[in-house]
């Protein structure tokens, strides 16, 4: 019985780290601005476009949007996590760009048009170089979470879940050493893109999940209480 109490301390701790660790924001669009970006005229900050909170981006027409701050710095080795929806029509492309500089950005693409997920090289942001694809469908007006794990070393992995951000819709690998930090970039094309609470660290854990380490604890108490 010691032993199982033991067990369950240590799950029970495992899953509060977990959670203490949590996902560290890069950008919500709480300013209300693009001041730290890299822009055409084809970007604007929008309630309509929030996913949380009061703002978020909207993306048209065939520009990029990449900023390259201290605030916005990611690298080989991070886990990172975008709110995006097709408003409208789900038709087009919608690009998250990450290791973004002056020099260009590697992309995690949803893109209806070809009916997949997919990374990308773009250098320049004139290049779009497949890396590559899986098949995917996509819904008009629905959230998707688009998560990368970027691997040291190169490794890309790309998780699209779906509007709930936990259900698993699809996985897409590759690997690049093209960039390996930067900033955080957009693209959208078609119909609006929205984007909004970029993120990165551990994933939150679901609220059922974040019960299930104390419940373990409270179980294992009654049971020795019980065995008194």
């Given at each position: 019985m010691?032993?199982?109490v033991?067990?369950?301390l240590?799950?029970a ?8 660790a949590?996902?560290?924001l890069?950008?919500g669009f709480e300013s209300g601005?693009l001041?730290n ?9 929008t309630?309509?476009?929030?996913h949380?909170?009061t703002?978020?981006l909207e993306a ?8 390259n701050?201290s ?7 991070d886990v990172?996590?975008v709110?995006?929806r097709f408003?409208g ?8 760009g990450f ?6 950005t590697?992309?995690?693409v949803?893109?209806p048009?070809?009916g997949?997920?997919l990374?990308q090289?773009n ?7 497949q890396l590559?694809?899986?098949p995917?469908s996509?819904l008009a007006?629905h959230?998707?979470?688009?998560q990368?794990d970027?691997?040291i070393g190169?490794?890309l992995?790309g ?5 709930d951000g936990?259900?698993?819709l699809?996985?897409?690998n ?6 390996t930090s930067g900033?955080?970039?957009f ?10 609470t970029?993120?990165t660290?551990?994933?939150p854990?679901?609220?059922s ?5 104390p419940?373990?604890?409270g ?5 020795r209480?019980?065995?008194?």
């Open positions: 010691k032993r199982l033991q067990l369950v240590v799950i701790l495992a899953f509060g780290l977990a959670v203490q949590g996902a560290a890069i950008e601005n001041n970006y890299t822009f055409g005229n084809t970007f604007a900050v309630t309509g476009a929030a949380n909170d703002y978020g048209y027409s065939q520009g990029w949007a990449y900023r701050d605030g916005a710095q990611v690298a080989q080795g990172l996590s709110w995006i408003s029509s789900a038709d087009a492309r919608a690009y998250f290791g973004a500089s002056s020099a260009g590697l992309s995690f949803l893109a048009n070809t997949d997920i990374f090289e250098s320049g942001y004139t290049t779009y170089t590559n694809a899986s995917q996509f007006d959230w998707y979470r688009a990368v970027w691997g190169g490794n992995t998780r699209l879940y779906d509007s936990t259900t698993l699809n996985t897409v590759s690997f690049s050493n093209l960039y900033g955080i970039a693209r959208g094309f078609g119909a609006t893109k929205e984007f909004d970029v993120t660290g551990a994933v854990l679901p609220a999940l974040l019960l299930f380490g419940g373990l604890v179980l294992a108490a009654a049971k209480r019980f065995r008194k």
